[in-house]
Nanobody, 124 residues
Framework: QVQLVESGGGLVQSGGSLRLSCVAS????????MGWFRQAPGKEREFAAV????????YYADSVKGRFTISRDNAKNTVYLQMNSLKPEDTAVYYC?????????????????WGQGTQVTVSS
């Protein structure tokens, strides 16, 4: 069965960095786009970043553009989210998600599997 296991979250000061990892199993990882979403307390889940099946196309939410970088290693079935210049408003649970298609898409409805999430807390 499909499994997505995130790691790398934690507590960091404003301006700091974290790298999230998501190890996937149970499907042909290189055949699908992968995304990162986040959900802050009391808010809806929102799109953060997506990468196409080959890694050739990436999209970012305006709120993270220039600070976050999504990447993937198809040989390791792993997608990463490098987060730099973190702000308190980046505090959220971050979810890795498998798209149902190869191309990069920002819409949650296009994702059919989700990880359990990893908490990121940025202190001011």
């Amino acid at each position: 069965q499909v499994q997505l296991v995130e790691s790398g979250g934690g507590l960091v000061q404003s301006g700091g960095s974290l790298r999230l990892s998501c190890v996937a199993s149970g499907f042909t990882f290189s055949g699908y786009a992968m995304g990162w979403f986040r959900q802050a307390p009391g808010k809806e889940r929102e799109f953060a970043a997506v990468i196409s099946w080959s890694g050739g196309t990436t999209y970012y939410a305006d709120s993270v553009k220039g600070r976050f970088t999504i990447s993937r290693d198809n040989a390791k079935n792993t997608v990463y989210l490098q987060m730099n210049s973190l702000k308190p408003e980046d505090t959220a649970v971050y979810y890795c998600a498998k798209s149902g298609v190869k191309i990069a898409t920002t819409y949650p409805v296009n994702y059919n599997y989700w990880g359990q999430g990893t908490q990121v807390t940025v202190s001011s």
